[in-house]
């Protein structure tokens, strides 16, 4: 039996000196490293090593980070493959995993899943049956990821945040909008940016860091209605209005005239039609008052609009209502100019889509598959598929068919209706974040009949925002006290 413990010591003692060895071993080796790498990269490790440790206290400051990681993640995307992968999806990820490890030591929230899960879920194993025509998988995969990830943003902000972390979340937002706001701001007065952005030959379209004016636009546009929300409900909510009540009204209210600048300055006509409609929305769903304070500002629009129509600038008026007349016209025949040639590019996409669901109604030419089946229904002289039809809902019909539109039906008709049920239960600020999703979707929804806004990580925006509206009605149920109804 002593022998035995001996035996046990000496291979006790053998295997804690090959850890040491191991470690010894390592951190000459990660020294070495460190010492013949650049000192940008340096700085990548070290802030990595920093937000890991962060990431691993405070999981929720990972939502924090992706708000910020959307707008400003074309600024370090690369490419494995056929698949774009931006800081956002990385944090994602990250975020997800110490979720995971958090929750198989006990320490996290279980997933909530509800009838808006259900719904998006619908529209994901719709996306995954009509990738069985895709012949370039790539593409596939990357589509099905964004509303997988769309997905699992609004469960994981859903079930995991508490009350003063939503409003952390709800600053990132705003913040992270009002910063592309003011570049958007810059980049239209300076005149930085491709010459096919400039306007009226003396400014540029404001495009921030998404390279174009359009992604820009819904970007911005789809934060508006939270910028507008917010602000109101910290004021007219709050029976005691503390200095600091103000402040940060001050400060939301900055954040959405950042925000709205941009979307002008964009000179997006989606944009701005989206968020005409958007704010619209949000006034007949917000109460008495607001509804009344629209009803007088249609009336006066309308005593008005002859007037208004004369100050408006030639060029704005031009870009709201120009290239109505082409619509049915016949594409190959018609002579392209600056005036007209977006309107056209435009129409020649919604064109080839159509034509792709002509050829296959039922399930579409496959998830992804637009850009590769493009040249076989291009019209003359519009060989470039740029990568999607530049409307949703086409786009949607002819790589999924009637089955993907129906899924897509899924997505918006269940985010509008958990959104209407907030609106009629929620109070205060709680409301106003139910609000905002309310008019982020309506946004999305008309944007969408000129553009596809699921590009660049956007589609993380809209299921944190879906998440964040789920999450406060969650917490109005388990809030004990009495709150005061904002009518907005």
């Not at 030639?314 to 025949?333: K, M, T």
């Not at 030419?365 to 590769?372: E, I, R, S």
């Not at 946004?443 to 879906?466: E, K, M, N, R």
């Amino acid at each position: 039996m002593v022998a035995q413990r001996a035996v046990n010591r000496v291979d006790s003692a053998w295997w804690v000196a090959l850890r040491l060895a191991l470690v010894l071993v390592t951190l000459v080796a990660v020294g070495w490293l460190l010492a013949q790498a650049p000192l940008r990269y340096l700085l990548v490790a070290l802030g990595g090593l920093i937000g890991a440790a962060l990431l691993f206290r405070h999981p929720w400051l990972g939502l924090c980070g992706l708000a910020v990681a959307v707008p400003f993640g074309p600024l370090a995307t690369i490419s494995v493959g056929p698949i774009q992968v931006g800081p956002a999806e990385l944090l994602l990820v990250a975020t997800l995993s110490v979720w995971y490890l958090r929750g198989a030591a006990g320490q996290a929230h279980p997933l909530r899943l509800g009838g808006l899960a259900a719904a998006i879920g619908v529209t994901v194993l719709i996306a995954l049956i009509s990738s069985y025509r895709a012949t370039q998988l790539g593409a596939a995969a990357q589509d099905l990821a964004k509303w997988v990830g769309l997905g699992v943003v609004m469960l994981y902000a859903s079930s995991q945040l508490a009350p003063r972390q939503i409003g952390w979340v709800l600053a990132a937002l705003l913040v992270g909008g009002a910063a592309q706001g003011v570049l958007g701001v810059f980049q239209f007065a300076s005149q930085r940016g491709p010459e096919a952005f400039q306007l009226l030959g003396r400014y540029m379209r404001a495009h921030g860091t998404f390279g174009q004016p359009n992604p820009y636009a819904g970007y911005l546009g789809l934060l508006l209605p939270l910028g507008l929300t917010l602000p109101v409900s910290l004021v007219v909510g709050r029976r005691e209005r503390h200095w600091s009540t103000w402040a940060l009204a001050g400060l939301a209210a900055t954040c959405a005239a950042c925000i709205g600048a941009g979307v002008v300055l964009s000179w997006s006509r989606g944009a701005l039609l989206a968020a005409m409609v958007a704010v619209a929305m949000l006034l007949l769903a917000a109460g008495k008052r607001a509804r009344m304070a629209a009803l007088v500002a249609v009336v006066l629009a309308l005593a008005l609009g002859p007037w208004l129509v004369g100050l408006t600038p030639q060029g704005i008026a031009e870009r709201l209502v120009g290239g109505l007349q082409l619509l049915g016209a016949e594409l190959s025949s018609i002579e392209v100019t600056d005036a007209n040639f977006a309107m056209i590019e435009r129409l020649a996409h919604w064109t080839a889509a159509w034509r792709m669901f002509e050829q296959h109604p039922w399930l579409g030419v496959g998830l992804g598959q637009y850009a590769a089946v493009y040249p076989e229904v291009a019209i003359a002289r519009w060989a470039d598929p740029l990568g999607h039809a530049h409307n949703m809902y086409l786009h949607v019909l002819g790589e999924q068919g009637l089955l993907g539109a129906v899924g897509l039906a899924f997505f918006f008709l269940g985010g509008l209706a958990a959104t209407w049920k907030g609106i009629k239960q929620c109070t205060g600020w709680r409301r106003a974040v139910v609000l905002g999703c309310w008019g982020m979707l309506w946004h999305l929804a008309v944007h969408s009949v000129v553009d596809l806004l699921f590009v660049q990580g956007i589609y993380l925006l809209v299921g944190l925002v879906l998440g964040l509206m789920i999450a406060v009605q969650q917490q109005e149920y388990t809030t004990v006290g009495s709150h005061h109804h904002v009518d907005l």
